[in-house]
């Protein structure tokens, strides 16, 4: 059962609407507890779940997600109602995110605690792991294309992959220091697929390929633009190396004192009244 809550957000003056999702098996609410006693999971016992997403993939099924009140801990599940009985496959179990994000139609995307993708199809319901951290453009019978920026090698990549194998078919490389990285992480599907047959040919044959158009219309840049972003990576790098070096200084100073404390109270001296 959906359940729409509607807050008004004072900075902009603007309603905002909070679905989640209660469950029931035969007209009985499934409770807190015993969702978790499905789940058997530690991070489960005696908290409050809440349900953010719930996708039917059956009469008698959902790809539910669910987290925690204070969001420490998540999950994404395969939830359903047989002989009467409640069954749940867990998916993925993170810290992060667990919620489904619109894939191609009939699938969903997950990423699970290392990164990974992990593509869901509805109807039939299947589970399928993909190693590394892509995003899908588009998915024709068992074959996805994905996009992802390697910034270790400086490139952008997109490649079919077989997804009943996780198997790679065919790749295009492009240089990061020629073409400027898309906007994909929240475009819609078909705007990802529209940005893939804009900009490359795909053939699922055999053997499968993918291609760069020579009439693509990817952003460039050039090489003082380039130069400029290194800089700023450089830059961020050496913040992020400062902050941490500061913040184990910091805490092996604690532990110093914490030491010198507790050799102080145990030393013969401290003792004498």
Known sequence: MAITQTTLDINVSKYKHYTTYALYLDGDKLSDAAFAG??????????????????????????????????????????????????????ITSTTDCSPRPASPGWSALYDQASNLVLVRTHPFAVHPITGYWQVLWIEGDVVAL????????????????????????????????????????????????????????????????QLRPDNTLKTITPE??????????????????????????????????????ATNNHPASRIK
Not at 64 to 85: E, F, I, N, P, Y
Not at 155 to 160: A, G, Q
Not at 243 to 262: D, F, N, P
Request: with cysteine.
């Open 38 to 91: 499905l789940l058997q999971d530690a991070a489960a016992t005696g908290e409050q779940i809440v349900h953010t997403d719930a996708i039917v993939v059956a009469d008698d099924a959902v790809l539910l997600a669910s987290h925690t009140r204070d969001g420490s801990s998540c999950w994404a599940t395969h939830l359903s109602a047989q002989g009467g009985k409640a069954r749940l496959e867990k998916i």
């Open 147 to 210: 996009y992802e920026d390697e910034r270790a090698k400086e490139r952008l990549v997109v490649k079919l992959v077989r997804i009943s194998a996780d198997e790679t078919l065919a790749e295009q490389f492009l240089p990061m220091n020629a073409y400027a990285e898309p906007d994909l992480l929240h475009a819609a599907p078909e705007a990802r697929r529209q940005w893939l047959f804009d900009n490359f040919s795909v053939s699922l044959g055999t053997p499968a390929s993918i």
């Open 225 to 262: 633009v380039w130069a400029e972003y290194q800089e700023m990576d450089r830059q961020n790098k050496e913040a992020d190396a400062r902050a941490s070096a500061e913040g184990q200084a910091r805490l092996e100073a604690l532990y110093r004192e914490v030491r010198e404390a507790e």
